[in-house]
């Protein structure tokens, strides 16, 4: 399928010019080996997708499996953002607001391709993308993605998780949008990732 | 408001007709007119100006002006008792020249007819129509979403405001011609916009006049209101 193998990530690599020792090299083994086989999804299912997402989390498919059947509809609680489906403008401030809620650590996976690039709505009222919004780990490509497909992309976060460094200062900063336009990306930077491509460059017909 | 609740069965005015079968080949034009369109042309003459049948449905077309008093005669009349509104709509045409049409989708559900009418809106002029909120309650929101699309202003409909879009939408009517797919902004600026939004604010600018009125409020209305409690939650 073209995957990539996953790296081994029970070796702690050594390095003995840092300053992690064999304790800590151990401890972030076992808090990552805690973290990501607990992971707390808060759904934002807003689609098709979210029909998926539910399908994953049930007998069939279950996400028990990775410690995942805790739901969180509290995102006080909750340490994956799970974005389902399209997101329109009217939600960007919600799933803002929902992010900024979350405690650290915290990550985010866009499922399907209307959260993660606006799909075929590239119209005036749907979200490019929800990272223009928050910061994302996982892309889950598909329309809707099937259940395979959501729990590959939650074993790729799991490794993710399990490759992080407690003395890696920068994992746990905060996204800190612009106060003034509340972006955290530059807004051309927006602009050039929203830009149409494929089909939906035919789609304009504003000259009329 | 209204008297006791009746309930409608669908084709009680018909008597012991009997049900009415799924209908098969029907032409693209032409076909039996529902009996309510000569009706109506008895009754406004000039006020109508067209007739014609569409995949079986009759489409009435009436002067905007008299709109109103059209759909109340529907509505009120022994003889036609049209007492549900599936829908209000707007149809713009790709032809600049042409008049925007607001479409009512009527029911009768005692005579089991279905009535399309049409008024026809010049673009030269300002989008008014009659609302139809004094006859039928459910065109409130149907109204509010055909302005939101459309730019439609419903006379006399109580809350014509945006329903779709948010309270302070500035790029136009969406479903116009001349409005871009993409909308009037740039992808920034829409998020910009969009995101400056309270997701907590649940009413608009009208309903927070309310607050003016505070004073007025209930005295533990108002304790409750000033310890912090919100409404609407």
């Keep these: 399928m073209g995957l990539t193998p996953r790296p081994e990530h029970r070796v702690v690599e050594y390095n003995p010019t840092s300053q992690e020792g064999w304790v800590a090299t151990r401890l972030d083994f076992l808090v990552n080996w805690g973290r990501a086989n ?6 934002f299912g807003t689609a098709c997708c979210a029909i998926e997402f539910m399908a994953t989390a049930a007998s069939r498919f279950d996400l028990a499996r990775f410690g995942m059947e805790r739901m969180s509809f509290s995102p006080r609680q909750a340490d994956v953002l799970i974005c389902a489906g399209r997101v329109p403008f009217k939600l960007a401030p919600v799933i803002r ?11 985010a996976i866009a499922m399907g391709a209307c959260a993660s690039s606006g799909n075929i709505f590239d119209n005036y009222a749907v979200v490019q993308g929800i990272d223009t919004i928050i910061p994302v780990d996982v892309y889950v490509p598909g329309c809707p993605p099937r259940p395979e497909g959501l729990m590959y992309g ?12 407690m ?15 509340q972006l955290y990306i530059p807004a051309p930077v927006i602009d050039e990732l929203s830009e149409p491509f494929g089909n939906s460059v035919h789609q304009t017909r504003s000259g009329l | 408001m209204s008297d006791a609740f009746e309930i409608q069965y669908a084709g009680s005015a018909l008597g012991n007709a009997p049900a009415p079968v799924t209908p098969r080949n029907v032409p693209n034009r032409g076909g039996e007119p529902n009996p309510s369109a000569a009706a109506l042309r008895e009754q406004f003459g000039d006020a109508i100006q067209r007739v014609e049948v569409v995949w079986g449905v009759t489409n009435v077309y009436v002067r905007p002006e008299r709109a109103l008093d ?7 009349d022994s003889s036609q008792r049209y007492d549900y509104l599936s829908d209000v709509t707007a149809v713009e045409f790709r032809d600049m020249d042409a ?11 005692p005579f089991r007819r279905e009535l399309r009418l049409k008024a026809q809106l010049p673009k030269n002029k300002p989008l008014e129509i009659a609302s139809v909120w004094s006859i039928y309650k459910c065109a409130d929101w149907l109204e509010r979403e055909c302005f939101d699309m459309f730019g439609v202003r ?27 797919l993409r909308g009037r902004f740039s992808r920034a600026e829409q998020l910009r916009q969009a995101l400056a939004a309270n997701p907590e604010a649940r009413y608009s600018m009208e309903e927070l006049s309310i607050a003016d009125a505070f004073e007025d409020l209930p005295t533990e209305m108002r304790k409750r209101l000033q310890g912090g409690e919100r409404t609407g939650e």
Excluded at chain 1, 167 to 181: G, L, Q, V, W
């Design chain 2, 70 to 76: 059209i759909v109340r005669w529907l509505h009120d």
């Design chain 1, 38 to 43: 607990s992971l707390w999804p808060m759904p």
């Design chain 1, 154 to 165: 939650i074993m790729l976060l799991q490794e993710k998780v399990k490759r992080e460094r």
């Design chain 1, 97 to 107: 607001r929902i992010w900024q809620q979350m405690p650290q650590p915290k990550w």
């Design chain 1, 167 to 181: 003395n890696d200062k920068t994992i746990r900063a905060e996204m800190e949008p612009d106060p003034k336009s």
């Design chain 2, 99 to 109: 008049p925007i049409e607001v479409v009512w989708h009527l029911r009768s559900l």
């Design chain 2, 154 to 180: 419903f006379v006399g409909h109580p809350d014509l405001r945006r329903i779709l879009m948010w309270e302070q939408y500035r790029e136009g009517f969406p479903l116009r011609k001349d409005f871009p």
